[in-house]
């Protein structure tokens, strides 16, 4: 087994109520992280009672800050928190409350936690933030347009913020995975009940977006930096050439 030395070292999981998230917590307690919670869910009752609590939303400073200050030695910190918005509508049936709620939470939630992240990194001699993103930053599908203008601004911010925070020892990475089983997914393609098992494409489990993380923060990963580690079983790299 490898061990990514992440040992006590202190971590923030935006979103980590459910999904993704909840997986990336999981798996950073496996590898001895301290973790600590930022989700507007309430605290979920099989939840270990190590992990520290906070209740709120990603686009309200006040709680990013305050989730923040509760992670003293903070070296880790982890973007999951993120909606779909508008799904399946045209543009033109899009309102700008809907388009604007997406960028809030997807983009402006993920510059908050590195704002108030890496301010607390600094003082601590450095750590590695990673935003979950999605291959929907890079390519587009019918009917998502305020989702994939969130996360393609994802990408762009976190190349933005590597750079400004190299000289502080703060990396900044993403993850884009296509589709994983989570809540959100199931309910966005209406397989609530029916799940994925009979789908005619590969989805990724929670927990191999959730592996991904782990190896960005850790410091076998400390020459990766303003990147975005792609998971769409190699759907990008696939040309439209009718050959």
Request: net charge negative.
């Amino acid at each position: 087994m490898m061990d990514l030395k992440l040992t006590g070292r202190t971590a923030l999981v935006t979103g980590g109520a459910s999904g993704i998230g909840r997986a990336v917590v999981t798996a950073l307690l496996a590898e001895g992280a301290r973790v600590t919670v930022l989700d507007r869910a309430p605290r979920p009752a099989d939840l270990p009672g190590s992990v520290h609590w906070h209740t709120g939303d990603v686009t309200d400073e006040d709680a990013v800050a305050g989730a923040v200050r509760d992670c003293e030695g903070l070296a880790v910190a982890v973007g999951c928190a993120g909606i779909s918005g508008p799904m399946g509508k045209a543009p033109t049936d899009i309102s700008r409350a809907d388009f604007s709620r997406t960028v809030e939470v997807n983009l402006t939630g993920q510059f908050l936690l590195a704002k108030h992240a890496a301010g607390a990194m600094r003082e601590w001699g450095g750590g590695a933030i990673v935003f979950v993103a999605s291959n929907s930053g890079f390519v587009a599908a019918p009917g998502m347009a305020a989702y994939c203008a969130s996360k393609g601004g994802v990408l762009m911010l976190a190349k933005a913020l590597a750079t400004d925070l190299d000289p502080y020892g703060v990396r900044v990475n993403c993850v884009a995975p296509s589709i994983v089983d989570t809540p959100m997914s199931r309910a966005d393609l209406g397989l609530v009940e029916a799940g994925f098992d009979d789908q005619p494409f590969p989805v990724h489990r929670p927990e191999e977006i959730a592996a991904a993380v782990c190896y960005l923060v850790s410091d076998l990963a400390r020459g990766v930096n303003g990147t975005t580690h792609v998971l769409d079983f190699g759907g990008l790299a696939r040309s439209a050439f009718p050959a």
